[in-house]
């Protein structure tokens, strides 16, 4: 199911590549509609809410909010040993666009809804997948 | 109002043999549900000129796809004037509705709709590591879930169980309630996978696989397949069972098709589809007398029941709380097989199946006690929903 390492890393694509590779220099990217400004995810070449084509990535802050948490102790990847925390958190600049992601830095048992975090960077192989953590107080 | 005119109606209904690593393929169950299927309703197979299916060829984990609808109609030298499959439709039995509509405007006369599995003997033979070792990289919308070790329908529906648990306060222990009445019923089908009762302590006890879900309030790979046919009305007469009126169907999809991005993640698709449903009929949700839900996780089943109307959202908690709301001698009996949760995984058909064997009076001794004349059948879980009203007076 899984590389060598034991993880399934992601299939890029044109429009997926800035999100995949914005964390080799740190940088959440995020597909936004230059007409309604909206923020869109996952990356896709139009603005589902105006219809405008004229999309593209943009920087985010990288803060966001868990949405939704479910602590998964199921050993399906080796590089994911349980118990670990996978999230949907929502982004700062706009709550309704989330991100499935895995919570870093975290004690499983003190997640809940609400709770602030922040992007971090894990670099695997060509991309560098978009983590979460905990912002500290 | 009723679907497609009134003109389609479902005339019979098989199941293979189910089980756990039987060691058969699905296109053998297929053949074997389709026989019963056929021979129930009374027909040959010379009669059937249609066949539909869920999902079609499509690349899948071992035993997903248990036989496709030209794997059936060639094994069978069946002479079709239509046939289809398809996996992006509304549920696993949108392309059983597709079949409804193409028996209503002539396309066809008996349509033979199947779902097959053999996830359990596949999966024991190596066959989905074989097949998933080929996808190094997640692509589609695994892409964006994959990567963060989100492998299973677990992860992602249990985000969405997790949300609501928060905004309502829903407890492990009323999705116990849900899982033991499934598991009750399941004692009384001999075609049940698993059928030894269950305590609350051996739910709650049992190893959680992705909080808040336990390995019980998933259901597990499965060996079989199911058949319906469905059949134009004016050919339904005379037949061995009185024909089942679809009352209504709902197919309805008003957000992106995205595990992550509904509005709200406390409803899911079969919020849409039931309210689509709801609008085409003047039965309400007070006049079903019984429901079938799909169950692949134990909160998908709490969806429908919300989705349907049985309780306000926000409130499947209390509901589950009293069983006389749903236990099979209740006011609103649900899954009386067993659900997938007991019964196995037959990915949605099951469910069809079930309320039309109830509909018949033909479910022995898991048979409702009291009259039923109205069932609520929901299939599908996240973005996937389909829904029907059936209806035999
Ligand atoms: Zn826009």
Redesign the pocket.
Known sequence: MADPEGRMLPEVTAESRAFWTGGFEQELRIYR?Q????WIHPPVGA?W????RD?GPEVASGRAKVAAYSINHHPWFPAFPPPYVVAAVELDEDPSVRLTTCLVDCDVDQVEVGMAVEVVFDEQDDVALPLFRPVMA | MTFVEDRAVITGVGQSQIGRRIGRTGIDLALEAAERAVAHAGLTFDDIDGIASYPGPVAAEGGFVGATTHDVRDAFGLRTTWHVSGVETSGQIGTMLDAAAAVASGRATHVLCFRSVWEATAQAAGRAAALTGKAVRASGHSEFRMPFGAASPANWIGMYAQRYMHEFGLTREQLGKLVINARHNAGLNPQAIYRDPMTMDDYLNARMVSWPFGLYDCDVPADGATAVIVSRREAAGGLANAPISIEAAGAALYERHSWDQRADLTTMASHDAAASMWETTSFTAGDVDFATLYDGFSYLCTQWIEAFGFTEHGKVGPFLDDEENYRLEGRLPINPHGGQLSAGRLHGYGFVHEACVQLWRQAGERQIPKDVELAAVGVGGGPEAGCMLLHLA
Not at chain 1, 35 to 38: E, G, N, Q, V
Request: charged fraction near 25%; hydrophobic fraction near 20%.
């Open positions: 509609c007409a309604c400004r909206s603005c809410r105006c219809r405008s999309v």
